[in-house]
């Protein structure tokens, strides 16, 4: 008989389906803390182990094997594969896809459209029978549309560009951008936000620049 334990205080959307069965063999029980928000099109699967506070946007999807922290964020549109590894109060964005066998470490934060990958030769099946995705240190920032390669380490405090194609390691607390991703300096030394960006006058609802640029 399958086990499915759900914590107190769960607030589920109608359309949420806990305990899908997966199809890759038989994986018993699924475990989700208290104080859950599951939105509408949610599907987690069994032999999950997800810790308090999960909040999920629509049509998210975790699969078998993975184990979650406690407070994390999942929005709408992402997958995460099975065999997944998830720290404390992580936050995933809309539309990202979550490759098996990743680790993500907690606090780390990933932007929309973040792709993670796994198989380093697609269609073989050596390649298959070694898979596994990268590994995120924890406080990692991952930037819009970010790819990043199988068995790539993400050191922790690190800062991935937005549209970059990360293939090599990034140690802790570097910034790295581009594609391929190389580094360009540390996050310690980046510009702090307030002179980077001015307020335009109390009327306008807007930032710009400081070179001119208009930042909608």
Known sequence: MTEIQIGTGLHADPGVILGYAPARGESRGL??????????????????????????????????????????????GTVVDYGCRIGARVKIHANCYIAQYTEIGEDAFLAPGVTLANDLYPGQPSSAELMAGPAIGPGAQIGVNVTILPYVRIGAGALIG???????????????????AVVHGEVAGL??????VAPEPESASRYRLLNGVVRS
């Open 191 to 196: 510009t702090a936000i307030e002179h980077r």
């Open 31 to 76: 475990s989700l803390g208290p104080g859950a928000r599951l939105r509408s099109g949610t599907v987690l699967y069994l032999g999950t182990r997800i810790g308090a506070g999960l909040e999920t946007g629509h049509h998210v999807v975790i699969r078998e094997d993975c184990v979650l922290g406690d407070d994390v964020s999942v929005w709408t």
């Open 162 to 180: 937005a549209g970059s194609v990360v293939s090599r390691n990034i140690a802790a607390g570097m910034v790295a951008y581009g594609n391929p």
